[in-house]
């Protein structure tokens, strides 16, 4: 089987690739957002410690 | 606190504590992720490429890897919610509390991937995106149960009441969900008659089994990095004002992490 | 005062309270009527497509009837502390409250069953039908106050409650819609309906045993 035929799933590779697409763009949106908040958080906690205590 | 021995007890209360918690699940994440990422590896190759084609539905039922891991864990991560929910709702443990709401986006998330895939299964399969087929009906349902819960947390301002909101529904979602899923069932079988049945069990190999189970333990496994990631978002947004979160977002070093 | 006076002066007490504010009864009944009237504008008055979905109709409009008559159940008591004072007593919370769902099904569920054999003969349901119809309604309506008061006291502290309300209501609401719509399609074709019957019966006494419980725990948890 060759990467050609691999891609074209037998026919059905709309179906399959966009399936697994927007599974892991969801699975992955849900390890980005909560990572990125919480840096903004530690970001803007830290700078607000700064400005209290310099 | 009465039937559980002392020294258990203290354990727990440690392993509870919001820092240990934060600092355990920094170091654990690494290697739930490096172990997630190989079972998904080993999964996606056995079961997109080493499996061979169903004599039925071809290529199409590779979409089988993720849909039913997927219908799997929103089943299972509702129950997770409501288990650690009633956790926090009995013993007042604060980050019981946290896990039942983190785990409910993950769940959401997972609920909604099922729907999108069988969805996209079903087209070539039925002709059209959607039948009220009984395990997709109750699946939308599901998710509507799930928004519910996100909704009342975010509706609610103060987020240990909001917490105690989340656990009561999540507990009558969960006595809830067997009657919901056993009364659509019978729905669909009244109005539709066996029209769906050659989803419900392309011919399983060894070969497609496989690959099937360790997508399942793969996304088990994703589960638990997802709601940690979350935990700790929701956590640090807690207890921002605690001095281990002073100390915290005070070493530079600990701030990149 | 004994549980069993406790119980009956509640329920006096919220009957009374609806009597004197007669719009609380009337609201969901027009709600009701206004629906179902809506129908056959939208759709068409071909008889026999009326027919054929007059039970789902029915039942959709009373669903929704019954949710947008939940508010009531809590809010002015809720508003004016007399909710407070109803925690605070020395029996258990949740026969008090089972007290209040009872008043509010009497007030608004109660009336929906009254005026369901007309709307019926609107959609022309066959006669023996319509008695299906009010044994449903006469079932599965209490259980709609019963569940919907969880969700009522979850949200009765929200300031825009009505919304999420719905969302948390109505998927739960699902069983009732299939087995009650379920009896009196099967009724209306002339089948048997003791199981759609036995089941709804099943879920009443389920409801009555379980929901006050988190009702009083929701309760307590929006005082605080």
Not at chain 2, 37 to 62: E, F, K, N, V
Request: hydrophobic share 55%; charged share 10%.
């Amino acid at each position: 089987m060759n990467l050609q035929e691999f891609l074209a799933m037998g026919g059905y590779a709309f179906y399959v690739w966009v399936s697994y697409g927007i599974c892991f763009a969801v699975l992955l949106a849900n390890i980005v957002l909560p990572v990125m908040q919480r840096k903004q958080l530690i970001r803007q906690l830290a700078e607000k410690q700064q400005r209290q205590q310099p | 606190m009465k039937f559980i021995p002392d020294p258990i007890g203290r354990f727990c209360h440690r392993m509870a504590s919001p820092p240990h918690f934060y600092a355990l699940s920094g170091k654990l994440l690494p290697w739930l992720t490096g172990i997630f990422l190989i079972l998904l590896a080993c999964g996606l190759y056995g079961g997109l490429y080493l499996a061979p084609p169903d004599y039925q539905q071809g290529d199409s039922y590779r979409i089988i890897y993720i849909h039913v891991p997927s219908a799997w864990m929103s089943l299972f991560i509702y129950i997770v919610m409501a288990i650690t929910g009633a956790i926090g709702l009995i013993w007042r443990i604060k980050l019981a509390e946290i896990v039942a709401i983190s785990s409910a986006s993950v769940g959401a998330s997972f609920t909604f991937i099922a729907l999108v895939t069988g969805s996209l299964w079903g087209k070539p399969m039925w002709g059209t995106w959607w039948v009220w087929d009984a395990r997709l009906t109750s699946e939308l349902i599901l998710l509507f149960l799930y928004l519910g819960v996100i909704g009342l947390y975010n509706a609610i301002d103060d987020k240990r009441t909001a917490s105690k909101a989340v656990a009561i529904l999540a507990l009558v979602g969960v006595v809830n969900i067997p009657i919901i899923h056993y009364s659509v069932e019978w729905w669909n079988t009244l109005h539709q008659g066996p029209t769906v049945t050659k989803m419900d069990k392309p011919s399983i190999h060894v070969s497609m089994l496989i690959p099937l189970l360790l997508m399942a333990i793969a996304f088990k496994f994703y589960y638990v990095i997802a709601m940690l990631q979350r935990a700790r978002l929701e956590l640090l947004q807690r207890e921002r004002t605690a001095a281990w979160v002073k100390k915290l977002v005070s070493e530079p070093s600990n701030s990149s992490s | 005062m004994s549980l069993t006076h406790a119980f009956f002066a509640i329920l006096r007490r919220d009957l009374i309270l609806a009597v004197r504010r007669r719009s609380e009864i009337a609201n969901p009944l027009l709600f009701f009527i206004l629906v179902i009237t809506l129908f056959p504008l939208g759709i068409g008055a071909r008889p026999q497509l009326l027919q054929a979905i007059a039970p789902g109709i029915i039942w959709v409009s009373a669903l929704l009837a019954a949710m947008l008559s939940l508010d009531s159940l809590f809010r002015s008591d809720f508003d004016d502390g007399s909710l407070e004072q109803i925690l605070l007593s020395p029996h258990p919370v949740s026969i008090l409250i089972l007290g209040k769902i009872v008043a509010h099904w009497l007030v608004t569920g109660l009336p929906l069953l009254l005026i369901a054999p007309l709307l019926a003969v609107f959609l022309g349901m066959p006669q023996p039908a319509i008695g299906v119809l009010l044994l449903s309604l006469l079932l599965g309506t209490p259980v709609l106050s019963l569940i919907g008061a969880i969700g009522v006291a979850l949200t009765v502290g929200l300031r825009r409650g009505g919304m999420i309300l719905s969302l948390l209501v109505l998927p739960l609401y699902v069983p009732v819609l299939i087995f009650a719509g379920n009896a009196v399609e099967m009724a209306s074709n002339g089948l048997p309906v003791t199981a759609q019957i036995n089941i709804l019966i099943a879920i009443l006494l389920l409801s009555l045993v379980l929901a006050p419980w988190p009702t009083a725990a929701a309760l307590k948890m929006s005082m605080n």
